[in-house]
């Protein structure tokens, strides 16, 4: 099952020509979700083929600007390209208002729904479960009420083993409760082991995307061994005060938080516009954790096949 | 004194690759005057080299997003930048609501005060006067309220002659009064005609922008003789009916504007992200008003040295 995550921007809060705030695609069997949507994303997506139509989901961490102030024209841009189906936004609350302000005086009524779940920046908790994944807030701390988002894969039921399936002539109507994990007992009595007759599935993969932060204890346990990490890393450690005082985090802390959670790879992203080049930021994040990559935009990292 | 306009987007609501929409700067005597600001403004300042610091006052024409989405994250990033001298914006009423709610959600305090000054889509007034310039607001007939802009720069005083003011030995305390057009009387009871010992200053110049109309009668006369006139031109002709139906203007009723109020050259921008080449919509224009050019992206026109 495709999933994959496309880097959109890659800049903190404020734009430098050619790097962008932030937002992220991602690609989960053939369903687009959109994480975070600052300004400019449209034309990002224009320029990375990126299909808004196909965006069913979009996730809002936090009401700072960088991440968000690319949302109204999107969902205006969807309205006038004739969109119909419903959007599933989850976001803090108050960006409900801010949205319906402005389509208020926009004197505009969207052709199509937008179906809002709040998120809840003090407790982790599911908000959205379909049949490809779950998704979860990773309650983060920053200087306004900030989640991250977890996306895992749903275990999937165990293979079955063609030539031992027909070998032993197993009815069909078993199939179902074979691939959930259960024996089979045939007519004669003989109890043949799940084991014998089906291949467990791949171990489900995750991707865990942790937005602006302090680096804190309190979100570590919850992401680990993803699969694939973001996170932010918008200084280099010698600004370690300057990161404390904006709640957020340096690379080299990153690259720890990378460490400590097992992560299979780490991505950083959300660099200062104060770094003309992302180097430095790569090099002292994988001076500790070394499988880390620069959330270049327009590059895509494959979570699984 | 330096007068000019540099196109920073063309596109209008939907933006396309490579066009983005709607914002102008203005350089007025070395002063910049941004009008709207689109998504993305401030890439296009970054990518034209426009400082934002240099920016002393915005104009937005009205609340469609097209036009303004690009002003929260401006305002952020020159908080973030240490901006501390005032800005003065000249827009819709409840545009102070869409950016207070903004900033409190996000929990700014701007280290510089906005000053408003709310515009009235109903009748022309002058909103501006300064040292160089007085700016209009003009009423257009759009889906919401919108009003254009337009920037006539003021009658400067006549240039004394200098070798006949020297020859006549005219005192210091009269030079104003000459440069104001007053005649001169000399001790002998002789009197001078002005125009005998100064030069009439160039005629000011003036630049209209007319964003998103219905083409009417209503703003035709204030326009009259526009140095320079932008007017938009969202569709080709043989889209009349849905340039009515949406409140916008073709491009042949561009060129129509441009010659009824004898403007000494049209620039046409705001097309929609159906065409993908502008040249039909140039080419028409120019069939009724010649001296018509495209509003390219980072292109400057002069409208005085």
């Known amino acids: 099952m495709k999933f994959e995550v496309t880097i959109l921007g890659s800049s903190s809060a404020t734009p430098i020509f050619n790097r962008n705030p932030t937002a992220q695609v991602l690609n989960i069997n053939e369903k687009l979700y959109l994480v975070d949507c600052a300004e400019g994303t449209q034309q990002q997506m224009l320029r990375f083929d990126v299909k808004a139509s196909r965006i069913d989901y979009i996730f809002i961490s936090h009401l700072h600007g960088d991440h968000y102030l690319g949302l109204v024209g999107l969902l205006s841009s969807m309205h006038l390209n004739g969109r119909k189906k419903a ?13 319906e302000l402005q389509l208020k005086y926009s004197e505009t009524t969207l052709h199509y729904p937008i179906d809002y779940v709040f998120t809840d920046a003090t407790q ?46 197993v009815p069909i109507a078993q199939y179902s409760a074979l691939k959930k994990g259960a024996d ?13 007759l089906t291949i467990a599935p791949e171990e489900p993969k995750s991707y865990a995307y942790v937005s602006d932060t302090l680096y804190t204890e309190k979100y570590l346990q919850q992401i680990n061994s993803a699969t694939l990490l973001y996170h932010e890393a ?48 790569l090099e002292e994040a994988q001076s500790v954790f070394p499988n880390t990559e620069l959330a270049v935009e327009g590059k895509t990292f494959i979570i699984s096949e």
């Open 184 to 196: 089979y007992t045939a007519p004669d009595g003989t109890v043949y082991k799940n084991e014998t």
């Open 87 to 99: 959007i599933k936004l989850f976001c803090p609350a108050p960006l409900k208002e801010i949205i």
């Open 124 to 169: 982790k908790g599911i908000i959205l479960e379909n049949q490809d994944v779950f998704v979860e807030t990773i309650p983060l701390d920053h200087r306004i009420p900030c989640t991250g988002f977890l996306f895992r894969q749903k275990k999937r039921l165990r293979k079955l083993i063609k030539e031992q399936i027909e070998g032993l002539d």
């Open 234 to 281: 918008t200084f280099l450690h010698d600004m370690l005060d300057r990161a404390n005082q904006t709640h957020h985090t340096t690379a080299l802390q990153a690259g720890e938080v990378a460490v400590r959670v097992n992560a299979g790879k780490l991505i950083i992203g959300h660099f200062s516009a104060r770094y003309k080049t992302l180097n430095e930021l």
